[in-house]
């Protein structure tokens, strides 16, 4: 996985490998209102992060995206600005239904949130014997584990 910080205003595009040989090149942040499901990438979305890939990567200069795609990320309500929101992962459990509300967060710490849904749902869950370090598999196609507590 490559970081690169966006020649135009500094922020954050990893560039890695993805499937069949292609790469995988993200992210942007704007805020959205709408519906969910028609979230899409905008035309300047797709011209921002082409102009970072083709600043590191200048032999991409004439190739295009095969595809696009575009998710949302719902942040916690706040008094200040989207953009100057924090960024950390927040759970609410209600123990006795067994749900599990998560807000904000980075795609990045999904092992990370994951063994605190655990942690938070450990009371109401059957006991069980562990089988696997989870932490420390690798998933097909990941470059490095990444760890965040």
Do not use: C, N
């Not at 966006?6 to 922020?11: E, F, L, Q, T, W």
């Not at 960024?87 to 999904?110: E, M, N, P, W």
């Amino acid at each position: 996985m490559f970081y690169a910080e966006a020649p135009r205003d500094g922020r954050a595009v990893f560039i890695m490998p993805w499937r069949d040989g292609q790469t995988l090149v993200g992210t942007t942040e704007r805020s959205y209102q709408g519906d969910p499901a028609a979230v899409a990438p905008t035309p300047d979305d797709i011209a921002y992060l082409l102009d970072t890939v083709r600043h590191y990567f200048p032999a991409y200069a004439r190739r295009e995206p095969s595809e696009a795609f575009a998710g949302l990320r719902v942040l916690p309500r706040a008094d200040s600005a989207a953009f100057g929101r924090s960024r950390d992962t927040r759970l609410h459990s209600t123990h006795s239904q067994r749900v599990v509300s998560i807000y904000g967060g980075k795609l990045t710490a999904y092992r990370a949130t994951a063994a605190r849904v655990i942690e938070m749902l450990r009371a109401v869950l059957p006991s069980r014997t562990r089988r696997a370090r989870t932490e420390a598999l690798r998933i097909e196609g990941e470059i490095e584990t990444q760890q965040s507590v």
